[in-house]
């Protein structure tokens, strides 16, 4: 690992690995062991290692997959089905599916036809599905917290994106935990994100664990790739550039760059602005009336 000059063995890098994960826990104060925490699993290599890391390390954690139903001619979403329910089952882990077709009536890409949200892509209706359905799960099941996998490479290529375009509410927003700022929402936090890809990739084999190599097959020219394939540029002229890119925005935010006054308070959303109850899910909404998600099911209707 050039960015901490530090090598080590196949028996001493997972403990590493593990040891870390414990320490970005405690620093930004995530959840403690009396928590019920929720890791949402896709069938890839960070989902599954963070949910193994966290059962290592003796959390009261067990896992949530959202089925899609999306296909692309090899079964992405049942074979990810199939990995997860696999390492739940060696490891005696409790393991929740959700599916998602059986609760909007259509699969992810039938939904994006309907809706003429995206038509190429899915995957804003996919997101915003996701994300629903994981807080609905997590709150209606009574977890404290949901863990989801992302890494620094995703944190770094967010970061990239959002200031680029200088999104100062997602800019305030990106964070390794974000609080709950509504009844409907529930706390998230990302345990994995100051591990590199190769790193989690490393993790995964050394492990043994079984995950899906394959991305979904709508991943495929997204500008989030693009903005990892410009990082991984950097990244190899200057080792440790990724890192110290995500680390320095975070210590810049605590210093009060992007600062939103009312930002991060119960009821107030990224920008600032006041967040609403939707009348039928009961999750927010930054207009009154029906939340995104519940007008996409409308519309399917
Ligand atoms: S699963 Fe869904 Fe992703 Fe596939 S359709 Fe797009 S958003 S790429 S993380
Ligand atoms: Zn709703």
Redesign the pocket.
Same mark, same amino acid.
């Given at each position: 690992m050039r960015q901490h000059k530090l090598a080590l063995c196949a028996m001493h890098f997972p403990q590493w690995m593990v040891e870390q994960t414990q320490r970005f826990i405690e620093k930004y104060r995530m959840f403690t062991p009396d928590d019920r925490v929720l890791v949402a699993v896709s069938g890839g290599k960070d989902s599954l290692s963070l949910w193994d890391i966290l059962w290592q390390l003796g959390y009261n954690v067990d896992g949530v997959y959202i089925a899609?139903g999306?296909d692309g001619g090899f079964g992405y979403s049942q074979k990810s089905q199939a990995l997860c329910e696999k390492f739940a089952d060696q490891r005696g882990l409790k393991l929740m599916v959700i599916d998602a077709p059986q609760q909007i009536g259509v699969t992810?890409p039938e939904l994006a036809k309907v809706t003429q949200r995206g038509k190429n892509?899915?995957?804003s209706v +996919?997101?915003l599905t996701k994300r629903h359905l994981l807080d609905r799960v997590a709150l209606e099941r009574k977890y404290d917290v949901l863990a989801t996998g992302h890494n620094l490479d995703d944190e770094a290529a967010v970061l990239f994106g959002n200031t680029l375009n200088w999104h100062i509410g997602y800019l305030h927003r990106q964070s390794p935990v974000l609080p709950a700022r509504h009844a409907g929402l529930v706390r998230k936090v990302k345990p994995l994100c100051r591990f590199y890809e190769r790193e989690m990739a490393a993790y995964a084999l050394v492990r043994g664990i079984e995950y899906i190599y394959e991305e +979904?097959p709508?991943?495929e020219g997204?500008t989030t790739i693009y903005y990892k394939s410009l990082l991984n540029q950097l990244e190899a002229d200057r080792p440790g550039a990724k890192l110290s890119f995500y680390l320095s925005f975070l210590q810049a935010k605590q210093r009060g760059l992007f600062a939103q006054p009312q930002e991060g308070e119960e009821g107030v959303g990224a920008g600032g602005e006041r967040l609403y109850t939707c009348p039928s899910c009961g999750g927010p909404t930054t207009v009154e009336g029906l939340c995104a998600f519940c007008r996409m099911v409308e519309k399917v209707k």
């Open positions: 899609l999306i992810i892509k899915p995957c +996919c997101g +979904c709508h991943a997204s």
